[in-house]
């Protein structure tokens, strides 16, 4: 694996729409820091946006079993920006949002650390909700990631679970 | 044609990538399964999980996808991130 790297694809044109909006993707091994990520998406149109909806997720003591340590996080180098990117796009066919801020760390991660952030401004919080939670249910099932629990007693790649697909079918029928 | 492996596949293989300087009769995504699969295990094994997705240059393909020898071809199992 890569030891540090940072991509990001700033004032990316996301939409044929009258819309201006704005993406910065990042898979990244550093910590990141919620309130830089914040006050970037407040940067973006400030006399426009009216609402920010983020969502960071971190490392817990269990999950396909108990007594995690760890994670260990895998990704496919362009790929996984290529599939990010798609679904911003989707989310922009959906809702009007001026900016978006993905980060997904990679390499070893410690219980209790961050590991993604997914941050949206928007003139109105249904469209920022909306979106947000919509990139963060699709980036689970499409983008390539894999995530490998470490116990004291071993280490094991988790299994995808059938709970995020079916978040993700839950878009389809809205 | 550059072929990669990722997460529990990679580890499987014991490998992550490998590299072919011709086609060895490949046109399509499962022809190139099958060679692999021919060398017996744990190629045999690892490839004939149902579950594998598949993606050609980078896009989610099917078995009957045409190949070229400039592809990049990747093999790994459903994804886990977030």
Not at chain 1, 12 to 36: H, M
Not at chain 1, 128 to 141: G, Q, R
Not at chain 2, 41 to 66: F, G, H, M, R, Y
Request: hydrophobic share 40%.
């Amino acid at each position: 694996m890569k030891s540090h790297f940072s991509l990001q694809l700033q004032g990316v044109n996301l939409s044929t729409k009258p819309s201006p909006q704005c993406a910065i993707i990042s898979i990244q091994e550093q910590d990141f820091s919620l309130d830089s990520a914040y006050q970037q998406l407040r940067g973006v149109f400030p006399e426009k946006t009216g609402a920010i909806c983020t969502f960071t997720g971190l490392v817990r003591d269990y999950g396909d079993k108990e007594g995690v340590t760890g994670l260990y996080l895998e990704h496919y180098p362009g790929m996984t920006e290529n599939s990010l990117q798609k679904i911003v796009h989707q989310a922009a066919q959906n809702w009007q949002f001026d900016g978006v801020h993905i980060i997904h760390r990679v390499g070893r991660l410690m219980l209790s650390e961050q590991i993604v952030f997914v941050g949206v401004s928007s003139s109105h919080r249904a469209d920022a909700f909306s979106a947000c939670e919509f990139i963060m249910d699709y980036l689970k099932t499409d983008a390539p990631f894999w995530k490998k629990e470490i116990r004291e007693s071993g280490s094991e790649w988790v299994e995808a679970k059938k709970s995020d697909q079916a978040r993700r079918k839950k878009w389809l029928n809205d | 044609m550059k072929i990669l492996f990722f997460a529990s596949l990679r580890e499987q293989l014991q490998t992550g990538e490998e590299h072919w300087a011709d086609l060895q009769s490949c046109l399509t995504v499962v022809d190139v399964i099958n060679t692999l699969m021919s060398r017996g295990d744990p190629w045999k094994t690892a490839l004939a999980n149902p579950q594998l997705i598949i993606s050609v240059n980078q896009e989610v393909s099917k078995l009957d996808t045409q190949i070229d020898l400039e592809d990049e071809i990747a093999f790994f199992p459903p994804v886990t991130g977030g």
